[in-house]
């Protein structure tokens, strides 16, 4: 065994040792992702755009992902109230909780720079890609952009006031930011949506919850409301109520029934579905009692599903309606029923009658349990089954009924009384209630919440007409006590403070 | 030492004549003896090597290995070394001037006995081959009339006695035994016996050392005029490796010879420690070592390292971790089995951690196994078994306090207070039987921990191999969590040729691991926020899902019955290395490495979890391979007699590769398959994979030069490519260069007896830190998908922003050390200081969302650094039935920031990040905040009226009654963000181990103290928002509960705390109240052992046996309310307390 290798042979054994085992060639410090495509390469392509598109739809549909804000647009207004299992008071009750470090304040503000980024970034490099001739498909591409970065402007400015204006993507880390003059923000987000509805087609037949020339109409209209330029609210609005292809629906259920989520009067409407998306949202239980907790009550999807209790309607809503009004019977549920003998009923009911508080020893606590409920995200076992938080139901955003209603704000601003009611009524005839004969603003809001309460525009319309904090303090109890004049705008989140030198919003300093 | 270097010296001024004489007579009688070598080895009569029918001899088969070796001029002493490192031998010897004298050999022909006989031919060295492999050369016996002395003066009396070997029992020639304190001395013949005669009479502290073994002291030895006093000692061998020889990188060292700052650990103390993961014994064990642990889990996670504290901002502060010579990533080592380590040193100076160049900012632990040993085969048994509970339980609001509490809310809120307003039908049920639940008791329970590792070490002179297997369980204070592993260990060392030697390390380890809903907000925080109101189990006592009727309430314990959360991992960590001794001093290594590891995960909520409808399985694999190829090339040659030099370059390679696939599921037909039916599911996810790889390629030469053995010089090198940066920024280079002066070696201190060795070590040098995210210098992308009616369209979007000029962040260190060992090693101690810049930090800065996204990663700043880091190793008392050692670690590390982005205000002054919590001239990890300044309203009965004065002439002008007051900083009269100051540090004062160890006969004892002084924190259980800002904070609104604070009440306002309110979620400003002093102390282990007499042991047919009670965590000291002062956020796993039982037996 103790055999010699000559010098030259132990030499010449090592040497083949290093060179064949430390080869490693060209690119072995190269970093080469598997699993993504570079940004250079979604930037540079027709598809590649067209794929970083889908990535602004994500914004709205991540707002309802989140079990904690995916309600604050409904928040802290006159027709709803806080429920038992409210996780967010400060939205909802403008307490020492909404602060420069409130969660969902600083969630939104950040999601929507990040996809305002995004959309700059295909605005600036869709120019310069080769579509190959086709320049309706490259047009389609910004015009889908170009909205989604008015629709993140509009709602950034409206919720928080003071904000700073991105418009391209920065070649430099923007380090100091100032609130941008609103006339400047108005001026992108009117060009924008202007851009979008010359570009865009009234359907994709293929793709219902892709943005049409109805959306970006529609949230144009909206824009010019709050420029109160009622002569272009105006007429946007009839624009697409005359031409676009939608059309009331007959009975107010119909709107919000499972798997019709893409009907006629919907015009946007924000998709959901579990092969694209791992978690769906919850609206569907967000807005149910605690009604399976009382004995001789089952869970079904009759009585609402799954409850979490986050919020209910208020009296002022409730008292709103017409008791033959359609939409109250539609959209709302104000009792509950026994139905599971199994559980024992209490002394004297049977199934079918309606439970009353007074029925149990100690009396319940009938808001803890019973509060009355908002349906229009009801589901009723379409994507989920009973015991299913999450829902795949699309949520609509945009629906013609608006329209209608800012037709209507617009010609009463113009004192056109007759044209105003003649888009009104067509909403109270559905309901099957008697047509107004007078429009004005009390009356339009009334009409407004009776329609569109729990739809995520009441604290917009509120706000905009500089009736928020009289409305909470005269309709909503809970938020009464607390809510001061500069709540109309929420807190800038501290970080970005404390980054930029950005101005902090009154109540919040 | 000192003794002997002192007599040396004195001989040498005394007789300088005589010596010259007696040096041109040795050269000529050297002359002669080597002419007649070849005759000897023939005849191998009167051999020097006189204690050949040792019954070591059969080891000694080195001996005859053919050997070539030329050496001019050089010492004996270091003739010796090489002929003893080229036959695989260590040398040990008792210093003899005859070790110093020049010699010459050449030997083209021969063996190493050859050798041998030639380089102590004409003297009286005498030479062993020790079982350990040691090369022992002692000086033999006197003949009867070279030691014929005068006869004794009636004044002097004598000491005698026999050193023997404490665990063979066998004599141990050449042990130099000495009186201490006087010149008196002797070394033991061939049978270790010894006699020192002359001895005035006294009493006299004898000592006995010999290299390999422990010193080994007897206090109060009476000498009496004309009598022979008896003394008979027994040494016990010094564990190798650790005192001796240190790891220093790419080599090892003679712990003299070391430069750098270099930490070694006493593994031996950590072995009765009930950790899993090794890393979390080193909590303090080695000063300038901290370890945070967050998370007490089975199975070990959540342990954050520091070494010197930390210096980067976002990079990581995490040490590499090297285990025999393969880096690993991370620090979960909670595959590796504590009882086959035998060494961790830690490379703490930029010199010692150059060598791993852009790796080694934050400093190298390198740990290094158990190998076999030549010799009969030895197997050893460690086993244990131990009971944990939780450490520190939370002091929650009891069920009549959390009733209180909560209409104090309502009352607060001015809400009605009656009970059927405040209580669901549940709470007033349970209020009214008064059966509150204890939720943490509830969930909580004694764990259980077996440990049992099996091991052989043996060999031939060829072929040593040391295997082991263990196993482990340990079940967690929490319910359901356990972690399970098997360990096969098989490390081998075969010399085939003398020239050439293969060296293998194999680690095969298989864990399992349920982590019970270890998810956010898992069990443990549930049990943590719920009413003590409720009900655990229904009238049918299954378990119910709720415990109150409030639906968010779901019982954590039902939580756990319904799902499954099983962890698995193979991982596969081994290496061989390749010796070839090319040419006399000059070496090749190849190391190749590999470190794999194959997980799976599984995870399962059935159709009942979370009161339904969140069932779903998710199966999930994952791979990590890394490979390292190591080409090393050292040289080593003495020039001259005083001249050493030893060389090394390196080039090597690494690639680290990690991906995994992960599949979810929803909807499954049936519950009973769990996960593994996720084939069945209806609505299968789109499945997620991963994956990334990065790779290094490095350079290294270092050139360590040493003068007499008195200066010692290291030059270290290394380039490294990272393919993580940007493309022109790739390679760095490291340099650095270290000296160390052992002024114990001169003149003017050799004749201070007190001093064994005093080293003093200055060192310079530079390292980097790569430690970032891969794919960082290009822009990432995320893939999206939307379904548009059912229609799904998927495409990428931009998902950071790209920095292509990413480069190296590098850090330069200066380090002053000095090493003492006094009073014969009573007294051992180092202290090291340390000054650092750290430039071009790689810093995820917070960016305005403006820019896109919310950081971005750069290289930006600097930061500076300094410490001290201290030991104290003292033998108070070192009797062979009695002893008593204490041993110290202190550190403290200053971090400073000097630069940040480099902006400027409209003065000119530099721009603090306020964002990040970054402050030019503050600590890295600063408290920014609001100053909490009292509760309104209290102290002394409530009045109203001066209530609403106080607060209308505050700052808060819209305060209530009992909340926070916060302090005005600015004076403006308003409370806003002008007003936060920093109000704290993470970074300790100082922090340090304290441990001592007493034995008395066969019983030993040890108690071991951790200390962390002086630093700050946000309390997890008062603010979790500071560790997770998207959590939602309730505290003091009534409805979850909490840690029992003392609330503010009109009834008594005499309180810390805000008044509770139930229409707010939490007080205003409550984060300047969760800012809380987090020092502790902790009584981190008790050992008590016990070693069976020998004889005893030999009666049961085993060498050595142990028995051991062991506790550990078993107190904190602590103002900070918290299951452990360092818990990271709500969600971690509280530290658990553990009693352990176990026996080490070797046979």
């Not at chain 2, 001899?57 to 030329?70: D, G, K």
């Not at chain 2, 005005?968 to 009269?973: A, E, M, P, S, Y």
Request: hydrophobic content about 35%; some cysteine; aromatic content about 12%.
């Amino acid at each position: 065994m103790k055999t010699y290798l000559s010098m030259p042979t132990r030499w010449l054994l090592s040497l083949l040792l290093l060179v064949g085992l430390t080869g490693c060639g060209e690119g072995f410090l190269e970093e080469e992702p598997r699993t993504f495509v570079s940004t250079e390469a979604v930037l540079n392509s027709p598809e590649g755009l067209e794929g970083a598109v889908v990535a602004l739809y994500d914004f709205p549909t991540w707002m309802y992902h989140s079990t904690r804000y995916s309600y604050w647009f409904i928040s802290g207004t006159d027709v709803a109230r806080i429920g038992p299992l409210h996780e967010d008071r400060g939205t909802a009750l403008y307490n020492t909780d909404l602060n420069p470090q409130h969660g969902a304040s600083r969630e939104y503000w950040n999601q929507s720079y990040q996809t305002l980024y995004r959309a700059n970034a295909i605005i600036a490099a869709a120019p310069n890609v080769d579509f190959d001739g086709d320049e309706a498909r490259r047009n389609r591409v910004i015009a889908e952009a170009r909205f989604f970065r008015a629709y993140i402007l509009f709602y950034l400015h409206q919720r928080y006031g003071n904000i700073p204006l991105v418009t391209e993507p920065s070649e430099t880390i923007r380090e100091k930011e100032q609130p941008a003059d609103p006339a400047d923000i108005y001026r992108v987000i009117v060009d924008d949506l202007r851009f979008a509805t010359d570009n865009l087609a009234w359907t994709y037949d293929d793709q219902p919850g892709r943005i049409t020339k109805g959306a970006a109409m529609h949230l144009l209209a909206k824009v010019y409301l709050v420029l109160q330029n009622w002569q272009q609210a105006a007429q946007t609005a009839e624009t697409l109520i005359l031409q676009g292809p939608y059309e009331l629906l007959d009975d107010p259920a119909e709107i919000f029934a499972d798997n019709n989520e893409n009907n006629k009067e919907a015009i946007w409407t924000i998709q959901f579905d579990p092969q694209a998306d791992n978690y769906g949202h919850f609206l569907a239980v967000m807005f149910t009692p605690l009604y399976d907790r009382i004995q001789g009550v089952a869970r079904t999807f009759e009585q609402g599903g799954r409850p979490w209790a986050r919020m209910y309607p208020s009296a002022y809503l409730l008292s709103l309606f017409d008791k033959n009004d359609r939409r109250l019977k539609a959209w709302y549920k104000t009792h509950w029923v026994y139905d599971d003998p199994d559980e024992g009923l209490p002394p004297g009911r049977q199934v079918g009658d309606t439970v009353r508080t007074s029925d149990f020893n100690p009396p319940l606590d009938s808001m803890l349990y019973l509060h009355p409920a908002c349906k229009k995200y009801w589901e009723y076992g379409a994507t989920r089954d009973i015991n299913q938080a999450d829902s795949y139901k699309g949520i609509i955003r945009y629906r013609l009924a608006e329209t209608y209603l800012i037709a209507a704000e617009a010609y009463m601003r113009l004192g056109d009384q007759a044209k105003a009611l003649e888009y009104i009524n067509p909403l109270r005839r559905r309901a099957g209630v008697p047509d107004l004969t007078e429009l004005n603003e009390d009356i339009l809001l009334e009409e407004h919440a009776r329609e569109l309460a729990f739809e995520q525009d009441r604290w917009f319309t509120l706000k905009r007409m500089g009736r928020l904090v009289q409305h909470v303090r005269q309709y909503n109890p809970d938020a009464a006590p607390n809510i001061k004049d500069c709540h109309v705008n929420m807190p800038i989140p501290q970080e970005f403070v404390d980054l930029t030198g950005f101005p902090q919003n009154d109540c919040y300093r | 030492m000192a003794t002997r270097q002192r007599l040396f010296w004195k001989r040498i001024e005394a007789c300088r004549l005589w010596l010259l004489v007696l040096g041109v007579l040795l050269l000529g009688a050297g002359q002669v003896r080597a002419q007649q070598t070849e005759a000897r080895t023939a005849s191998k009569v009167d051999t020097p090597i006189a204690w050949l029918n040792d019954p070591y001899l059969e080891n000694a088969a080195r001996l005859s290995q053919p050997l070539r070796l030329t050496l001019e001029q050089v010492t004996r002493e270091q003739a010796l070394r090489i002929i003893a490192q080229q036959a695989g031998l260590r040398l040990s010897y008792e210093w003899s001037e005859a070790m110093n004298e020049p010699v010459t050999l050449r030997q083209s022909q021969g063996t190493v006995l050859d050798a041998l006989y030639a380089v102590t031919a004409g003297t009286d060295l005498r030479l062993m081959i020790t079982r350990s492999g040691y090369l022992l050369v002692g000086r033999a016996p006197k003949s009867s009339a070279e030691t014929a002395e005068p006869a004794p003066v009636q004044q002097e009396g004598s000491i005698a006695g026999r050193v023997i070997d404490a665990a063979t029992g066998e004599g141990l020639p050449g042990v130099n035994v000495f009186l201490v304190g006087t010149t008196l001395g002797a070394s033991t013949d061939i049978d270790g016996n010894y006699r020192i005669d002359n001895i005035p009479a006294g009493l006299y502290t004898l000592q006995a050392s010999f290299i390999g073994y422990r010193t080994a002291t007897v206090d109060s030895v009476e000498v009496r005029a004309g009598e022979v006093t008896v003394v008979n000692l027994a040494l016990e061998q010094e564990v190798l490796g650790l005192e001796e020889i240190v790891v220093v990188g790419y080599g090892t060292q003679r712990r003299r010879d070391v430069t750098g700052a270099v930490s070694s650990v006493n593994v031996e103390s950590l072995q009765e420690l009930p950790v899993t993961n090794v890393v979390e014994a080193l909590q303090t064990r080695a000063p300038g070592v901290r370890v945070i642990t967050s998370d007490g889990r089975p199975g070990g996670s959540g342990l954050e390292v520091q070494i010197r504290g930390a210096r980067s901002l976002t990079a990581s502060n995490q040490p590499l971790f090297v285990i025999d010579g393969v880096p690993v990533e991370g620090v979960n080592l909670s595959e590796l089995n504590l009882s086959d380590i035998v060494s961790i040193e830690v490379l703490k100076d930029a010199s010692a951690a150059a060598i791993y160049g852009a790796r080694g900012s934050n400093g190298v632990v390198l740990i290094t196994t158990r190998r076999g040993r030549e010799g009969e085969g030895r197997f050893s048994y460690d086993g244990s078994i131990g009971f944990s509970e939780i450490a520190n339980p939370l002091d929650v609001f009891s069920g009549p306090e959390f009733i209180a509490l909560r209409r104090e809310a309502y009352r607060a809120a001015g809400m009605p207070t009656d009970d059927e307003t405040i209580m669901d039908p549940v709470e007033r049920e349970v209020a009214q039987s008064g059966q509150y639940v204890d939720w943490q008791e509830a969930v909580l329970r004694t764990g259980v921990r077996h440990n049992h590792n099996l091991s052989y070490s043996g060999g031939s002179d060829v072929f040593q191999v040391y295997a082991s297997g263990g196993y482990l369980r340990e079940e967690g204070i929490l319910k359901r969590t356990f972690f399970e592993r098997g360990t096969f260990r098989l490390n081998t060392d075969y010399r085939p040729i003398s020239w050439l030697k293969f060296t293998t390390n194999f680690l095969l380890a298989r864990t399992k691991q349920d982590v019970a809903g270890g998810e956010r907000y898992g069990p443990f925080w549930t049990a943590y926020t719920l009413s003590p109101l409720g009900k655990i189990y229904d009238e049918q006592g299954r378990l119910r899902p709720f415990v109150t009727g409030d639906p968010s309430a779901w019982n954590p314990l039902y939580q756990l019955q319904e799902s499954r959360d099983d962890r698995w991992s193979t991982r596969v960590l081994g290496n061989l290395v390749a010796q070839v001794n090319l040419y006399e001093g000059l070496n090749y290594q190849l190391n190749a490495g590999m470190d794999y590891n194959a997980t799976k995960m599984g995870e399962y909520r059935t159709s009942n979890y979370s009161g339904g409808g969140q069932q779903r399985a998710v199966l999930g694999y994952g791979e990590s391979t890394s490979y390292t190829i190591e080409n090393i090339l050292t040289y080593e040659r003495q020039l001259g007699t005083l001249h050493n030099l030893h060389a090394t370059l390196l080039y090597s390679v690494q690639r680290v590769q990690d991906e995994d696939l992960q599949a979810q599921t929803r909807n499954l037909p049936s519950d009973l398959l769990d996960y593994n039916a996720i084939s069945s599911g209806a609505d299968l996810r789109s499945p997620t994979r991963n994956y990334s790889a990065w790779s290094l390629e490095s350079y290294m030469a270092r050139l360590r030069y040493s003068f007499a053995d008195r200066y010692l010089l290291t030059l270290t090198g290394r380039i490294d490519g990272s393919s993580k940066f940007g493309a022109g920024n790739k390679y760095g280079f490291f340099p650095a260069v270290a000296f160390a002066w052992q002024l114990s070696q001169e003149p003017f201190l050799a004749s201070v007896r007190q001093i064994d060795n005093l080293k003093l070590r200055l060192s310079w040098g530079q390292t980097g830190n790569q430690e970032i995210p891969i794919y960082q210098s290009l822009g990432q992308t995320s893939l999206f998908s939307y379904s548009f009616g059912g229609n799904i369209v998927k495409g990428y979007a931009p998902a950071s922003l790209p920095n292509p000029n990413l480069k190296w962040e590098k850090t330069t260190q200066f380090n002053l050390g000095l090493d003492a060992s006094l009073f014969g090693g009573r007294i051992m101690s180092t202290i090291d200081l340390y000054r650092s810049w750290t430039s071009d930090l790689l810093l995820q800065r917070q960016i305005p969302v403006t820019n896109g996204f919310t950081s971005f990663l750069d290289n930006i700043g600097k930061t500076e650094n300094w410490g001290i880091d201290f030991s104290l190793d003292t033998y108070l008392i070192n009797r062979p039935d009695f002893s008593w050692q204490v041993n110290l670690n202190w550190s403290l590390s200053r971090s400073k920031i000097v630069r940040l982005t480099g902006q400027t205000d409209e003065a000119g002054n530099p721009v603090d990040d306020i964002a990040n919590r970054w402050f030019i001239g503050h600590p890295i990890g600063v408290i920014y905040d609001w100053v909490f300044d009292g509760i309104f309203c209290s102290g002394g009965p409530y009045d109203e009226a001066a209530c609403q004065q106080e607060i209308a002439s505050s700052a808060q002008p819209d305060a209530q009654p009992g909340d926070i007051r916060v302090r005005d900083l600015n004076g403006d009269g308003v409370i806003n963000d002008q007003d936060r100051t920093i109000v704290g540090t993470t970074e300790p004062d100082w922090y340090g181990g304290l441990g001592t160890t007493l034995t008395y006969k066969n019983f030993d004892l040890s108690v071991f103290f951790t200390a962390v002084q002086g630093v700050t924190r946000y309390n997890p259980y008062i603010y979790p928002r500071a560790y997770d800002p998207n959590i939602v904070v309730i505290f003091l609104q009534g409805r979850a509960n909490q840690i029992a604070v003392d609330y503010w009440t009109p009834e008594d306002t005499d309180a810390d705390f805000p008044r509770p309110n139930h229409q707010r979620e939490m007080p205003r400003y409550l984060s300047a109240r969760a800012v809380w002093d987090a020092s502790y102390v902790q009584l981190r282990n008790i050992t008590l052992g016990y070693t069976l007499p020998a004889l005893l042991a030999a009666r049961i047919g085993v060498d050595r046996m142990r028995l051991y009670l062991s506790g550990n965590n078993l107190y904190y000291w602590t103002d900070f309310e918290s299951y452990n002062p360092e818990q990271g956020d709500v969600e971690g796993y509280p530290v658990a307390r553990t009693l352990t039982f176990g026996v080490n037996l070797s046979f």
